[in-house]
């Protein structure tokens, strides 16, 4: 089994930045592809960023492209989201995720397989 725990989530102002981390333990030479996702009150879950295995593999949604940055540090287990320039509607509980499947990154949630129990991310205007 492959667990996944987030932290660096909390309160910023717009224009601000924070790095969310995922943490992951078990047998994780399992996980292949990892992603972000987030889910706003009321909306449904969407995709943020995903990397591949080696990481040299990057995908990010439209909405944060040149502001969002996904890195992944194997050595560490460890995915990281740099967010900067945040913007109110990037508010949202942002959930890590990764695939025990070798597949390409995927912006699809049903392609993930492992979830975190979430980190809240609130940006104030």
């Known amino acids: 089994q492959v667990q996944l725990v987030e932290s660096g989530g909390g309160l910023v102002q717009a224009g601000g930045s924070l790095r969310l981390s995922c943490a992951a333990s078990?047998?994780?030479?399992?996980?292949?592809?990892m992603g972000w996702f987030r889910q706003a009150p009321g909306k449904e879950r969407e995709f943020v960023a995903a990397?591949?295995?080696?990481?040299?593999?990057?995908s990010l949604a439209d909405s944060v492209r040149g502001r969002f940055t996904i890195s992944r540090d194997n050595a560490k287990n460890t995915v990281y989201l740099q967010m900067n320039s945040l913007k109110p509607e990037d508010t949202a509980v942002y959930y890590c995720?990764?695939?025990?499947?070798?597949?390409?990154?995927?912006?699809?949630?049903?392609?993930?397989?492992?979830w975190g129990q979430g980190t809240q991310v609130t940006v104030s205007s």
């Open positions: 990397t591949s295995k080696s990481g040299g593999d990057t």
């Open positions: 995720a990764a695939s025990g499947v070798p597949r390409p990154t995927s912006r699809w949630p049903g392609s993930y397989d492992r």
């Open positions: 078990g047998r994780t030479f399992s996980i292949y592809a």
